[in-house]
């Protein structure tokens, strides 16, 4: 298994996305309330444009037909096309897509990006398909869409069980679909795609880098070092692994990992590139690692560390567990890993959250710049990709630490209220049709 597509099974299974529609409307409120955001654009915004469910047929290895349900939600293009990922997962809903579609609308608009957000995927288990069936999936889930995505109007990426294969396939899908003197000027109508197939170098690490970087920024304003601190990762996928690559670096110590096969810890610290070997010869699982013991997974958050990165679905730190997370800092490598009862237990009690918005952006503004890479026939080296991924983080993440202190508000509440002005500002300019 890949680092791309080591996420499928990261997560506990067992906790399903529940109630993320209810958190992401909270989050919304609160931070329109505090802007007095105007009555009408409240109203836009908290409604999607287009909800989009596909129901189709694909004939499986063994000749049988399986009927898949797939979807797509578009939140809201007040900056530009629809942005954000297909997940393949038991858990997709209507709801599940509307919640990580508007995340998706906050997050572009904060990171400054022409996008809007869009969200999606297919109700499934990938592991019990094999590779041929998940090709077939994925080519007549891209031809059921059909012209609901696009270069200039929607642009899908990975996430959870999808990867730069996945990519390809629905670029070659939708390429295929157009008129031949169109095909090539297509290319960028998904990201995340292999490098040989249009994809940006150093695409893979970009959410991860950029969780790195938002810990380093945190740890500069905080006038303290990286090194010597204990980190824990709940998820040891493409998020999970490239952080913790990127902390170790640092200095920083990682003490315990859980995914959905297990959790070990050790307090002297775990090697990450010796952990993410051994996962690669253990179909992804990190149990039985040398030097390490298993660790209960429902006492997971309530290890020893000095910060947690939660890199795996939503709904992981909620009411139940709060009260004992020992970190003083969350890092929100997933999207809504926090809910909202959990997080106003987290911030009673001090501990900093740096939101998903903010912190696992990179991978958005990595998708950005595949795009303006397609887009203009382009090809950028590693070291020019990650050196304007720091500057892109960097920018938004001084913004919103400065609106936190200045309005006195938590670092979420401050990235909502800047992601939500820019799209007020956009409609006030333009004003609404007709």
Not at 105 to 124: E, H, N, Q, R
Not at 258 to 267: E, H, K, L, P, V
Not at 306 to 327: F, R, S, V
Request: net charge neutral; glycine share 8%.
């Amino acid at each position: 298994m890949t680092t791309a597509t080591a996420d499928l099974k990261k997560v506990t299974k067992k906790v399903p996305i529940i109630g993320m529609m209810d958190n992401v409307m909270e989050q919304f409120n609160s931070a329109a309330d505090h802007i007095n955001l105007h009555q009408s654009i409240r109203k836009i915004l908290s409604i999607t444009n287009n909800e989009i469910l596909v129901n189709f047929p694909v004939k499986m290895d063994n000749g049988d037909v399986e009927i898949f349900t797939g979807y797509r939600v578009q939140h809201n293009n007040a900056l530009g096309p629809y942005k954000g990922g297909l997940r393949y997962h038991p858990t997709v809903d209507i709801d599940a897509a509307r919640a990580l579609a508007m995340w998706m609308t906050w997050k572009t608009s904060l990171a400054g990006l022409p996008y809007g957000g869009g969200k999606g995927g297919i109700k499934i288990d990938p592991s019990k398909y094999s590779q041929s069936e998940l090709e077939r999936i994925t080519r007549r889930f891209t031809f059921a869409l059909a012209d609901n995505i696009g270069p200039e109007h929607d642009i899908p990426a990975p996430d959870v069980n999808t990867n730069s294969q996945t990519m390809a396939w629905i670029a070659d899908t939708y390429m295929s679909t157009r008129p031949p003197a169109e095909r090539t000027a297509n290319q960028h109508v998904v990201t995340g795609k292999p490098d040989a197939s249009g994809g940006l170098e150093g695409r893979d690490r970009a959410t991860g880098y950029g969780v790195y970087l938002s810990i380093k920024f945190w740890a500069d304003k905080s006038n303290t070092s990286l090194d010597g601190k204990k980190f824990i990762v709940q998820g040891f996928g493409n998020v999970g692994y490239w952080a913790a690559h990127f902390l170790e670096k640092e200095g920083a110590k990682l003490v315990a990992v859980q995914d959905a096969t297990g959790s070990i810890q050790n307090q002297n610290g775990i090697s990450v590139e010796d952990l993410f070997k051994y996962s690669q010869i253990n179909d992804g699982s990190i149990v039985n690692f040398p030097d390490s013991k298993t660790v209960d997974t429902k006492k997971f958050f309530t290890l020893d560390c000095d910060i947690c990165i939660p890199a795996a679905l939503g709904n992981q730190i909620t009411k139940e567990n709060a009260h004992q997370i020992k970190a003083r800092l969350i890092a929100e490598g997933a999207n809504g890993p926090t809910n909202v009862e959990g997080e106003k237990i987290l911030l009673e009690r001090g501990i900093t959250i740096i939101p998903d918005i903010l912190c696992n952006s990179g991978g958005v503004v990595g998708s950005y710049f595949e795009w303006l890479q397609n887009r203009n026939g382009e090809i950028w080296q590693l070291d020019e990709v990650m050196a304007k991924l720091d500057k892109k983080m960097k920018e938004s993440f001084n913004k919103v630490f400065d609106y936190a202190i200045n309005e006195t508000v938590d670092l979420r509440t401050a990235a909502f209220c800047i992601a939500i002005q820019r799209i007020e500002k956009a409609y006030i300019q333009r004003g609404i049709f007709p």
